[in-house]
């Protein structure tokens, strides 16, 4: 009988909207870089296969968007369906992967800590049995020659220098160690100057120009997990590595060492990057 029949879920509607527009998952997963995978569970109903939260609402826009359904009212009726699900589906697995990162980081770097503990031992060693023994056995002094008669000045004395052969030279002009010199005429720019104060650190500020939900883990610990209203500005200091994610690539903004970084996507894109000393020079703005 027709009315036992159960009615059509919220994934079941999309997946009509989908054939009726005549488009595959996979045309869709090209055009949202959301995976055919995550495409399917959302035709399924199937909402543990989504990151959960904002990004799970990020992916039902998108997807109503490129069928042609109005996107503020399907992501409204997903609410409605999934009031729960929606909003913590996907968290507990990020956070693993994120931890188990983080050990194996650590763990890394204590093992290079210890390699160069057992290199400059025995380095440390040979300088000061040399140091010593030299001291020991200090060479001859020459004889000192007898020094010159004074001349007596003849003519008239140099002039004394000008204001400008005494003027100390500017600080901080010089490049820093191991940077690349600008040629001549050319001012630095600010990616050179970025990349030549990261040697041992990463300052990134994370700015958004609307409404953005932004979850950032740096050096394995959880910086920021909430919603950015425009104007608000976090700065954060990485040492190791940053994984940032961002619910609306377009509306995030980033500079590393106060040099811009370029858009990490489109519009209502959910967009994961991580960030360290020596990668991060790939996503800064060509001047």
């Known amino acids: 009988m027709s009315g036992d029949r159960p009615p ?32 399917e569970a959302l035709e399924r109903n199937d909402i543990s296969r989504l990151p959960g939260g904002i990004f799970s609402r990020a992916f039902v ?43 194996e980081s650590d763990r890394r770097m ?23 023994s030299g001291r020991r056995n200090p060479p001859p002094a020459a004889a000192a020659p007898a020094p010159a008669p004074a001349e007596k000045p003849t003519g ?26 600008p040629p001549p005429g050319e001012a630095p720019t600010d990616a050179r100057v970025a990349v030549a104060t990261a040697a041992d650190r990463l300052t990134v500020a994370v700015s958004v120009k609307r409404p953005c939900w ?6 394995g610990q959880r910086a920021i997990d909430r919603l950015l209203q425009p104007g608000e500005q976090k700065t954060l200091e990485v040492r190791r590595e940053m994984v940032l994610t961002a619910g609306d690539a377009a509306a995030i903004a980033l500079t590393f060492n106060g040099a811009d970084a370029r858009p990490l996507g489109k519009a209502g894109e959910v967009v994961t990057a991580r960030f360290n000393l020596t990668n991060f020079k790939d996503y800064l703005q060509q001047r």
């Open 8 to 39: 059509q879920g919220f994934g079941a509607k999309l997946r009509d909207a989908r054939e009726r527009r005549g488009i595959s998952l996979r045309q869709i997963a090209n055009a949202t870089k959301i995976s055919v995978a995550a495409l």
């Open 61 to 103: 826009r998108s997807y109503a968007i490129e069928v042609g359904l109005d996107a503020e009212a399907t992501i409204q009726e997903f609410i409605a369906q999934f009031p729960n699900d929606s909003v913590t589906a996907g968290h507990p697995t990020s956070g693993q992967v994120e931890d188990h990162q983080a050990v």
């Open 110 to 132: 204590a093992g290079t800590l210890l390699w160069l503990v057992l290199i400059s031992v025995p380095i440390a060693g040979a300088v000061m049995y040399f140091g010593t």
């Open 156 to 181: 008239d004395p140099p002039p004394p220098p000008t204001a400008a052969a005494i003027v100390p030279p500017a600080v901080g002009t010089e490049p820093a160690a191991g940077s690349p010199a």
């Open 214 to 219: 932004v979850s950032a883990t740096v050096d």
